[in-house]
């Protein structure tokens, strides 16, 4: 069974930088889509940054573009969203997921996802 955990959510100050982790276990990175999706008090979840299974496409939505960043850990069963320049308005909760198709643009694409990790940003 494919499990996600993320981690290294914190309370940073605007300007901070902020690398969160998805670890995958019951599977490999290259076997799935994935995407980061964050959900803000009183919004509805969004996806940020996706990347197709093998890393051949990659998505990023505008209010992320240019500061956020993801990489893997082959090894480590690992996704990272590395955060430059964060806001207060990326305040959110932020979910890992994976897709089995070869790239997911919706929520209902992703079939395994993680419990999120708290990001707030504020002076």
């Known amino acids: 069974q494919v499990q996600l955990v993320e981690s290294g959510g914190a309370v940073v100050q605007p300007g901070d930088s902020l690398r969160l982790s998805c670890a995958i276990s019951g599977g490999t990175l290259d076997s799935y889509a994935m995407g980061w999706f964050r959900q803000a008090p009183g919004k509805e979840r969004q996806l940020i940054l996706h990347?197709?299974?093998?890393?051949?496409?990659?998505g990023y939505a505008d209010a992320v573009k240019g500061r956020f960043t993801l990489s893997s850990d082959d090894a480590k069963h690992t996704w990272y969203l590395q955060m430059n320049r964060l806001k207060p308005e990326d305040t959110a909760v932020y979910y890992c997921?994976?897709?089995?198709?070869?790239?997911?643009?919706?929520?209902?694409?992703?079939?395994?996802w993680g419990l999120g990790t708290q990001v707030t940003v504020s002076s």
């Open positions: 997921a994976a897709s089995e198709r070869f790239i997911g643009w919706y929520e209902s694409d992703y079939e395994h």
């Open positions: 990347i197709s299974r093998g890393g051949e496409k990659t």
